[in-house]
């Protein structure tokens, strides 16, 4: 059972234009949602991340938005270069009260591709 | 500084052999996850720790598979008894982990990961 569900797959986008990548979840109990990165034959890196306390976070050209009720996210990405060219994945976390946060549920990612 | 190590980073071998992956985590960072990542798809959880205690192993597939952190610093993952389905990415993140942090102290960090193949 995926805890966290991600759309599109795949995603072709225009240099310049915005890429748009959704995520889903049902715990009630994430409190913790990253946005990773990745790039072909190296490990997931941090993008972005947001709690549910705010309902959007920027970080330069990267956008998350965060909508508690619909249990939905998404990362926005303004001005898409070539650069941005890579795997992208939303995942979703607790945190234990008094204590640190354990295992990341991730999506299955999808894949950006912007053309030049 | 340093990030998150992996050894070896490719590793063949045959059906029904023991193998054993290794995770050098970023300094003073005191929680430890393993993943395993199949290609196409996202990480998936195994098991993670804080110092030497492991914290949740529910991840783990079956009981060839085990892990542990004797020191709080280094993590050793092992799959006794191979077999082909264990093929994939397996990776070890590791986090500040600080009780109560938020922000960068959340962040969990990956290695480049060790890439097992069971012929």
């Known amino acids: 059972q995926q805890q966290v569900k991600q759309s599109p797959q795949s995603l072709i986008v225009q240099k310049g234009g915005i890429s748009i990548i959704n995520c889903a979840y049902e715990n009630t109990a994430f409190d913790y949602f990253p946005w990773y990165q990745q790039f072909p034959g190296k490990g997931p890196a941090l993008l972005i991340a947001i709690r549910p306390d705010v309902s959007e976070k920027k970080e330069g050209r990267f956008t998350i938005s965060f909508n508690k009720s619909a249990k939905q996210f998404s990362l926005h990405i303004m001005d898409s270069q070539p650069g941005d060219s890579a795997t992208y994945f939303c995942?979703?976390?607790?945190?234990?009260?008094?204590?640190?946060?354990?295992?990341?549920?991730f999506g299955r990612g999808t894949q950006l591709t912007v053309w030049p | 500084g340093a990030g998150v190590s992996q050894s070896p980073r490719y590793k063949v071998t045959k059906r029904g052999q023991d193998v054993a992956l290794r995770c050098d985590p970023i300094s003073g960072h005191v929680s430890l996850y393993w993943y395993r990542q199949a290609l196409g798809q996202g990480p998936e959880f195994l098991t993670y720790f804080n110092y030497e205690a492991q914290q949740d192993k529910s991840g783990l597939p079956n009981d060839r598979f085990s892990a542990e952190r004797p020191e709080g610093s280094i993590s050793t993952l092992t799959i006794q008894r191979t077999e082909q389905r264990d093929s994939a990415m397996y990776r070890c993140?590791?986090?500040?982990?600080?009780?109560?942090?938020?922000?960068?102290?959340?962040?969990?960090?990956f290695g480049p990961g060790t890439r097992l193949l069971v012929l």
């Open positions: 995942a979703a976390s607790m945190s234990n009260r008094g204590s640190t946060l354990g295992r990341l549920y």
């Open positions: 993140a590791s986090s500040l982990g600080l009780v109560g942090g938020r922000g960068s102290e959340e962040t969990q960090y």
